[in-house]
């Protein structure tokens, strides 16, 4: 039991410096994380995300968050396994690129 807590701390850390990295870059990196809910930036404003790379995980809808980054560029959804885009990503009014491959919409 006590491995398995092990794990799921260093999991815990490393996405914790993910959101770090991103508040810093305006980049968040997510890709091939197995996630199925998005992780909450509790001690990070990550609204000045340019670039959301959420590719290669297991997410059934767009998350909220991610849709209210006014600066979002490009959103990357890919190999995940989206029902469906709200009509709020068409509001993303800085998004250039919307990458949707291999999902079963």
Do not use: C, W
């Not at 996405?15 to 091939?32: F, Q």
């Amino acid at each position: 039991m006590n491995g398995h807590n092990n794990i799921h701390s260093q999991l815990t850390k490393s996405l914790e410096r993910i959101l770090e990295d991103a508040y810093l870059s305006g980049e968040l990196k997510l890709s091939g994380r197995k996630l199925r809910e998005f992780p909450k930036p509790v001690k990070f404003d990550l609204s000045d995300t340019v670039l959301a790379d959420l590719s290669k995980n297991r997410f059934s809808d767009v998350p909220d968050e991610v849709t209210t980054y006014v600066y979002l560029e490009k959103l990357l959804l890919s190999q995940n396994v989206i029902r469906s885009v709200p009509e709020t990503v068409g509001g993303l009014q800085s998004l250039t690129y919307l990458d949707l491959r291999l999902v079963a919409i």
